[in-house]
């Protein structure tokens, strides 16, 4: 059973491109959680995603981000018109069931913005 | 909401000497409290966490936490660290049975020959 799968581990884009991070779950597990980690910092939630519904975004930035966990395939993390202070590490978890208990995150992305 | 303080940025510590990580949170209910370790260029991995039951709490790699409710703590403690300890540490807390982790600003560990 693979782990929580990132990808890719590097992005690097210019102000005012997209990012799109990718993260497959483990298998059976239905719940995904995006975290973002600033330099020098701890990891902060943006969003919780069970498939095809977000359950709870309050961690999100109002403009330019959005999250999708789609019935097929992983869940993607889009960034609009990136700036620089997107640049961090964004870390997916996953979970088999609803709460922190089992968690399992991925390695990350790390988004340079130049 | 919930807050995490972990009080030491950076702990510096000699091989096979013993590591006490100190963390305290806040919260108006009844929490859940994690330790993660992150190895360089790594994602988090769990070293330990409280649900309830014993507030002595044992996990991998020889590390153990106590939940000290009075005093809203949970350090992190190893009684003798390996060079491979090396590593970030974060603690972490969510609502009992919450979604969402709140963690602490992080404490990386040095561990010198």
């Known amino acids: 059973n693979a782990g929580v799968m990132q990808n890719p581990r590097h992005l690097v884009r210019r102000r005012g491109q997209e990012a799109r991070l990718r993260c497959s779950p483990m298998k059976g597990h239905s719940h995904v959680y995006w975290y973002r980690q600033l330099p020098e910092e701890g990891l902060k939630f943006m969003v919780y995603l069970q498939k095809e519904n977000i359950i709870d975004e309050s961690g999100m930035p109002k403009e330019r981000f959005s999250a999708e966990f789609p019935k097929e395939g992983p869940s993607i993390l889009r960034i609009q018109q990136v700036v620089r202070g997107d640049s961090a590490a964004y870390f997916c978890?996953?979970?088999?069931?609803?709460?922190?208990?089992?968690?399992?995150f991925g390695s990350g992305t790390q988004l340079s913005v130049l | 909401a919930q807050s995490v303080t972990q009080l030491d940025s950076q702990v510096p510590v000699f091989e096979e000497a013993p590591v006490e990580l100190r963390c305290n949170y806040s919260s108006s209910v009844s929490v859940y409290l994690f330790w993660y370790v992150q190895y360089p260029n790594q994602g988090l991995q769990l070293l330990l966490k409280y649900l309830s039951g014993s507030t002595l709490v044992k996990g991998i790699n020889g590390f153990e936490a106590e939940f000290n409710k009075s005093q809203t703590s949970f350090h992190l403690r190893k009684p003798s660290v390996h060079i491979s300890d090396t590593a970030e540490y974060f603690c972490a807390v969510s609502k009992a049975a919450g979604n969402k982790l709140t963690f602490g600003g992080g404490t990386r560990v040095l561990v010198k020959p």
């Open positions: 978890a996953s979970s088999p069931l609803q709460g922190n208990e089992k968690l399992f």
